[in-house]
């Protein structure tokens, strides 16, 4: 791994070796190069860059901690840390590239936000950061996922962004991104399209992931003064890839640290029973960049499914898709039932309730702390897991 890494990825038109790129149409591909040529020149500016940190500090509530789980590593073995991301405002990871992304928009004199979400976690943390910034925020979400994600439709209103019902095909995410692309191609001067993880069309991988960095950067100076030494192996769930991006790209160069990214195994192997895209899937295009895909037989995104609904998309980021290639990067799954049991055990034995997408990387630091005892892991714990309690509760109940 180079030193010059971050210069070195992505290239200039956005690729990570053959992954990422922008596929899109032409009418989009002016305002990507806005949007680049802006992100190069105002986020590196001292202006946006104390402004940043200063939100990071006084309103997100950063550093978060990095935390030593004693309980859990008596039972398990080895020695498991937490970097705990289920404590910066609003409750995940997620924000940390929100809020950047929307002093971006501020900075270009944007006024409105649009995105689309699935679960909702990304329509609730862009809803906070507009409300911050006193922009309007419109978020699209498919009617079926409005019916099951109640909590976070209602959060969304609270924060005053519109929340736009989309009523056309399986009415889920795929056909939320198609509207929302829809709304922000008609005013891309007004508006900005805010992507909620290391994926899309350039310059979004990049961006998202600069935004999360600063996970990684204060959990190796953290870890490295408790400790005085590197940890054995990091770990993450990779759903779109930015929380793991966050806390892997701190470590990179450290050749001596283990790195492990934790798909969602689902119910089965099978196409259609999970979304683990890196560890089935196959190279292709999605969304306007290339990266592992999972695909049916005509080449259409699959239909996926995972517990976690923030961990089910048919794509990944182009840089997780580069770092599996050229093997810095362990990719691994996690089953539904490894999620649930760990969801469980870290909740009765540290006190902290996990989101169940974080549960996967909890899930598969308890199987390396077991296979290496002597080892020191450190988790990302991307978020906290309110969010998910009465469909655990009315799904599995209490363990046994
Ligand atoms: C959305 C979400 C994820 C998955 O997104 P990534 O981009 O892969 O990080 C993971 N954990 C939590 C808590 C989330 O809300």
Redesign the pocket.
Known sequence: MSHNYFKTYPNKDGFFNEYGGAFIPPVLESEMKKITDAYFTISKSHDFINELRSIRKHYQGRPTPVYYCNRLSQKYGGRIYLKR?DLNHTG???LNHCMGEALLAKYLGKKKLIAETG?G??GVALATAAAYFGLECEIHMGEVDIAKEHPNVVRMKILGATVVPVSHGLKTLKEAVDSAFEAYLKDPINSIYCI???VGPHPFPMMVRDFQRVVGIEAREQYMEMTGELPDSVV?????????MGIFSAFLDDEEVAIYGVEPGGRSMNLGDHAATMSFGTPGIIHGFKCYTLQDENGEPSPVYSV?S??DYPGVGPEHSMLKDIKRVNYDVINDTECIDAFYELSRLEGIIP?L??SHAVAYALKLAQKYPQSSILVNL??RGDKDIDFIMDTFGLPK
């Open positions: 991301e995940a990871h997620k679960a976690q990304h909620g993880s290391v993450a769930c990779v759903g779109g890839g930015s929380n793991a976690a923030g961990l989101a997408e974080s991307s978020g």
